[in-house]
């Protein structure tokens, strides 16, 4: 089996910034693309930004600019580092990793248990 694990959420005001990592374990051959979702009070999950393998990296225009994700293959770790944080960023952000278990069998997808982050004064 495999667990995703996200730590580093938690309270900080407008402006500030917070640093969420993932971390992969268990029957891992190789993971493709790592993304962070999120989801809101009353809203539908969002994607935020994802990162290939190969460090192709997409985000949603609602964070370019102030969000930054990264990855480390050897460790099977992603970030999120997130600046200038903004009230609306409050969610529950998720990390979700399409995990290939073994050579020449397809990636699964798996999802962490989500980290709450809010911002507020």
């Known amino acids: 089996q495999v667990q995703l694990v996200e730590s580093g959420g938690g309270l900080v005001q407008p402006g500030g910034s917070l640093r969420l990592s993932c971390t992969a374990s268990g029957t891992i051959f190789s993971i493709d693309v790592m993304a962070w979702y999120r989801q809101a009070p009353g809203k539908q999950r969002e994607l935020v930004a994802t990162?290939?393998?190969?460090?192709?990296?997409y985000y949603a225009d609602s964070v370019k600019g102030r969000f930054t994700i990264s990855r480390d293959n050897a460790k099977n770790t992603g970030n999120l580092q997130m600046n200038s944080l903004r009230p609306e960023d409050t969610a529950v952000y998720y990390c979700?990793?399409?995990?290939?278990?073994?050579?020449?069998?397809?990636?699964?997808?798996?999802w962490g248990q989500g980290t709450q982050v809010t911002v507020s004064s």
């Open positions: 979700n990793a399409a995990v290939v278990r073994s050579s020449r069998v397809a990636p699964s997808s798996y």
């Open positions: 990162i290939t393998s190969g460090g192709r990296v």
